[in-house]
């Protein structure tokens, strides 16, 4: 009756997280496709490659050796550990316990003892990384984007994975002990060659305190483990899902390359037709309501790629302390680029949903609101951040689509962007010379040599 | 023998096709110092023997500051013009002087109808040198001197070539040493992104000081640059660390040529 209970209790757990994350998953999809449309699944071998090489392979990971070391420790621990996640789901289910243990026989016992090492792998990681993030001055933590929540969000994260694998190793410890003492239920499995330290900790417990031990641990680990799953998609910890979607859907082109905008183009055609009077291309079955913005002024306005780059970023920084800009003092921070957008379309989503679907707008913008023309006109466009992100998160992307709003729906420069845009139309070079003297170096050269 | 350079018009009338069109870039063609580049990639094509030539007057920026500063229609108004101009022409094979030419003519041209080969100066160079075509006798000048390169970012990060201006400088048999921030993860000179046309917004420290820093801890005498841009940003830094006297900002083409003895 008691495990049945047990069984019982565990399968609405499941169930209610299960809802919760499928309808936080929900959505952020629905937020994503707020976005602009930009295709991105031309080239699928070449998408695998990358997403294999950057999010599996964590290629940009360890460009810089400590944090990115220890990542990996953490990451594939999260993985491998979870092997031993659907274990404990399939023994929660059936009330069973340990149930892979007899099918995989010795290969159990190795598998057992990797997550023990594992699980104390990650714990020192974490430990190390709240010490990194709380105690040391690196600069990169201590930004001012990165106060209050996004500074909390990093050290619930890691404390709960300290925690975890706490709870983790204390069930094996607990399991061993029952398992020495015969207790029933317990059968002889497992190897522990880490959470055998913690015996002298637990071995003065009862029977029954042991038992009381195990279950406990059990139940704090798979409980954590579910609150975690239903945590990870409001946090910028959803990086975990979403680094290798990001990656699969990454800009192929080089770094250097700003797409041309097709809406312009099209204009551009026209002007060069030759013929002033050139009736504009047959007009389409339908035409749209109202034409579609030039470049970002919010979050609809950029692509749903730039969108999902948002969700998936976790804040680490890298793209900031590469940035020139910010190096020398600017205002500008390309994690906070990153940050104020998920802000936005998060709260435009809510909104949406509030007003069952529809967005009727609240007078806001991420232009503006969130992000300020100073912090724009910052980028040098060295695509620092572009190299630095361990994801191929392209923050550049979204300054410069926020230029080309600023410019081409208000006109709004500074006066010596202007100058420079009315030399290259009216002389074709961005000073005031003269295209005639272009080849003035020529006869220089002639006359010198 | 004056060194003379045809227009491709002056070519076209002759009935010649150059191997090359030099893409001179705006200042490389009207700033009196990247003007004495322009004049070393000049010499250093006309000794290598490669027949080229230039647009001159029927060169116009390529767009790229105005597409950087968000005027997209700007920039795609130039390039229908200097594509117009090129495929008039019938280029295939271009050089430039300029990075920042290169990426937009490489990359983003092709979409608009503008499909052609497209090389920066210091690859096209590292080839000649490669190939025989251009002789550097010993690398007098250089020889042993400490030099290091700053990777323009539109040259690298962009488009990912790191290589072929270090290969170039290997040919002078100088003492070539990196800085701490190179390559992928070389810093900006801080004029890219039109900021070369607007003052710095406020900071605590303009981006090329803080890049002079990074030249000055690797003692080097001479700073190669490959961008006309790189190479104003680097010599002002320079300046204000009050270093001019014993550091030189000089282009690739510039210690080329000189190596080659060509200037």
Not at chain 1, 147 to 157: H, L, S, T, V, Y
Not at chain 1, 421 to 438: H, K, Q, T, Y
Request: proline residues 5%; glycine residues 8%.
């Amino acid at each position: 009756m008691a495990h049945l209970i047990g069984q019982l209790t565990f399968l609405v757990l499941l169930g209610t997280a299960g809802f919760l994350f499928a309808r936080r998953i929900g959505q952020i999809r629905r937020n994503i496709n707020l976005g602009r449309d930009v295709n991105r699944s031309d080239r699928p071998k070449e998408r695998w490659a990358v997403m294999a090489k950057v999010a599996l392979g964590q290629s940009k990971m360890v460009v810089r050796p400590v944090a990115g070391i220890m990542h990996i420790v953490i990451y594939a621990g999260f993985i491998l550990i979870n092997i031993e996640v659907l274990e404990i789901l399939v023994d929660g289910l059936f009330g069973t316990h340990r149930i892979f243990a007899p099918f995989l026989g010795g290969f159990y016992n190795f598998l057992i003892a990797t997550f023990e090492w594992l699980a104390l792998g990650v714990l020192v990681a974490c430990v190390v990384f709240l010490v990194r993030r709380n105690l040391l001055p690196i600069a990169r933590f201590r930004s001012p984007e990165m106060k209050g929540w996004p500074k909390n969000d990093a050290n619930i994260i890691l404390a709960v994975e300290v925690l975890l694998m706490f709870a983790f190793l204390t069930m094996n410890a607990a399991d061993a002990l029952a398992q020495a003492r015969g207790l029933d239920h317990y059968i002889a499995a497992g190897s522990f060659p880490v959470s055998q330290w913690l015996h002298p900790l637990y071995d003065g417990l009862s029977n029954a305190g042991i038992v009381a031990l195990e279950r406990g641990a059990w139940w704090f680990h798979i409980v954590g483990i579910l609150a975690f799953l239903v945590y990870v998609p409001y946090s910028k910890h959803f990086h975990i899902f979403l680094a290798f979607p990001n990656t699969w859907y990454s800009d192929l082109t080089p770094a250097g390359n700003m797409d041309n905008m097709a809406a312009v183009k099209k204009e551009v055609d026209l002007m060069m037709s030759g013929d002033p009077f050139a009736a504009p291309a047959a007009p389409a079955e339908e035409t749209p309501a109202e034409p579609a913005p030039f470049g970002a002024k919010d979050v609809q306005d950029l692509t749903w790629k730039q969108l999902m780059e948002a969700y998936s970023c976790t804040e680490c920084g890298r793209c900031t302390s590469s940035c020139p800009a910010n190096a020398t003092g600017k205002l500008l921070s390309p994690r906070k680029i990153m940050m104020d957008t998920r802000d936005r379309v998060e709260e435009v989503g809510k909104a949406i949903q509030a007003a069952g679907g529809q967005w009727e707008g609240d007078g806001k913008s991420l232009l503006g609101h969130y992000i300020s023309e100073e912090e724009l006109w910052a980028c040098t466009s060295c695509q620092a951040c572009v190299e630095a992100c361990p994801i191929n998160i392209s923050p550049m992307g979204i300054i410069l689509d926020m230029r080309r709003s600023l410019i081409m729906e208000d006109s709004k420069a500074p006066e010596s962007i202007t100058a420079m845009f009315n030399n290259v139309e009216n002389n074709g070079a961005p000073w005031a010379f003269p295209a005639a003297d272009r080849g003035k170096w020529t006869d220089e050269l002639s006359a010198e040599s | 023998m004056a060194l003379t350079v045809p227009t491709l018009a002056d070519m076209n009338a002759r009935g010649e096709t150059p191997e090359v069109l030099f893409w001179v870039g705006c200042a490389g063609s009207f700033d009196d110092r990247a003007k004495r580049i322009t004049k070393a990639i000049a010499r250093i094509l006309h000794a290598a023997e490669v027949p080229f030539a230039v647009l001159g007057a029927e060169e116009s920026c390529t767009g790229d500051p105005a597409k950087r500063a968000g005027n997209e229609f700007l920039f795609q108004m130039q390039a229908a013009q200097n594509i117009a101009v090129l495929n008039g022409y019938g280029v295939k094979r271009i050089v430039t002087g300029c990075p920042h030419c290169f990426n937009t003519l490489k990359n983003e041209y092709p979409e608009l109808g503008g499909a052609y080969e497209v090389m920066h100066h210091t690859q096209f160079i590292q080839q000649l040198i490669a190939d025989g075509r251009l002789k550097i006798a010993d690398g007098q000048p250089f020889k042993g001197k400490r030099i290091t390169f700053h990777d323009p970012c539109y040259l690298g990060r962009g488009n990912g070539e790191y290589a072929a201006p270090r290969e170039a400088l290997a040919a002078l048999d100088a003492d070539l040493v990196e800085m701490r921030r190179c390559k992928k993860n070389g810093l900006c000179c801080g004029a890219g992104g039109a900021q070369m046309f607007k003052d710095a917004e406020k900071g605590n420290r303009e981006v090329n000081h803080e890049r002079t820093d990074d030249v000055l801890e690797t003692g080097a005498k001479v700073v190669a640059t490959g961008c006309p841009f790189c190479n104003t940003m680097m010599t002002d830094g320079i300046k204000n660390a009050e270093r001019e006297g014993d550091i030189e900002v000089k282009d690739i083409a510039e210690l080329i040529a000189e190596a080659a003895d060509l200037l």
